[in-house]
């Protein structure tokens, strides 16, 4: 591979990073729902994520940064990935089908006082757009994290749109937009 392609792709990464950086829009998305994560662990709820694939993935990187910790040592923040735990996964999906994995697991834990923040880079996975009335109905505070177009999740609740059309450069950019807001809740919550 030749160095000008690796340009070519830090170059692209770096323009969207830039997008962000840009939009008063997002950049105030991103305080807000810092806000509503740092509200809700400070009432006693809990931080809950949902993804499929890279986006799985991406909940359960960002469920440990509130778990464990990421500027600091400190005492863990209440947080879960939907669909870390590969038996109930597996039998809900033999026994009500893939839409229900995270619904059924969101019907059991979530709680009004907690926050649910769906991650689909196209903002169109049937197993995250089944969760929004679950979500609704324990009201609680759903904030998700999508593509440029936020797909038919930005139909159902707040979004936040990375502004790209890549999935790559998308699930780059929830990581970044994750730890802002974890960072952010760590200072509100411990340094006061």
């Given at each position: 591979?030749?160095?000008?392609?690796?340009?070519?792709?830090?170059q692209s990464s770096i323009d969207v990073k830039k997008a962000i950086y840009d939009s008063d829009h997002i950049l105030k998305q991103i305080a807000g729902l810092a806000d509503l994560c740092l509200q809700a662990l400070k009432?006693?709820?809990?931080?809950?994520?949902?993804?499929?694939?890279g986006s799985f993935a991406d909940s359960q990187h960002l469920a440990a940064e509130f778990i464990s910790r990421?500027?600091?040592?400190?005492?863990?923040?209440?947080?879960?990935?939907?669909?870390?735990?590969s038996s109930s996964t597996t039998a809900i999906g033999n026994d009500y089908g893939y839409d229900q994995v995270f619904v059924r697991e969101l019907k059991a834990i979530g709680q009004p006082n907690d926050v649910f923040i769906p991650i689909t880079t196209s903002g169109n996975s049937a197993n995250i757009l089944a969760t929004i009335d679950t979500a609704k109905a324990k009201n609680m505070k759903v904030v998700g994290l999508t593509g440029e177009s936020g797909g038919k999740l930005k139909e159902l609740v707040d979004c936040i749109?990375?502004?790209?059309?890549?999935?790559?450069?998308?699930?780059?950019?929830h990581i970044l937009i994750g730890h802002i807001v974890c960072g952010l809740v760590e200072d509100g919550y411990f340094l006061k």
């Open positions: 591979m030749s160095v000008d392609k690796i340009k070519a792709v830090v009432a006693g709820g809990k931080v809950i994520f949902a993804g499929n694939g990421l500027q600091f040592d400190r005492d863990p923040l209440a947080s879960v990935a939907l669909g870390t735990n749109c990375v502004p790209s059309k890549r999935t790559e450069r998308i699930q780059e950019s």
